[in-house]
């Protein structure tokens, strides 16, 4: 758990100085997927760019769209997985 940033107040010290402080309002999920990324293996065939797909798409009568961003939240994971 990481706080998560909110806004500044001003705090004043034993000295009577006024010191700006950040308020933490939230608390957030972080995950530390450093040990992941260095053990899984890279990928070989990434993703082409837009302008290369819109190319290959151009003059063509059908084409299907694959919203990866929608999909990944949707896919279903066995429990025993999780």
């Not at 001003?10 to 260095?38: A, F, G, Q």
């Not at 837009?50 to 290959?56: A, E, F, K, T, Y």
């Amino acid at each position: 758990m990481c706080p998560k940033k909110g806004g500044i107040t001003v705090i004043s010290n034993e000295k009577n100085e006024l010191i700006p402080t950040r308020i933490v309002t939230r608390w957030r999920v972080c995950m530390d997927y450093r040990k992941l990324n260095k053990t899984t293996r890279k990928d070989h065939f990434p993703l082409p760019f837009i302008d290369q797909m819109l190319d290959r798409l151009a003059g063509k009568q059908f084409y299907c769209f694959l919203d990866g961003y929608s999909g990944y939240n949707q896919i279903a994971i066995a429990p025993e997985d999780q």
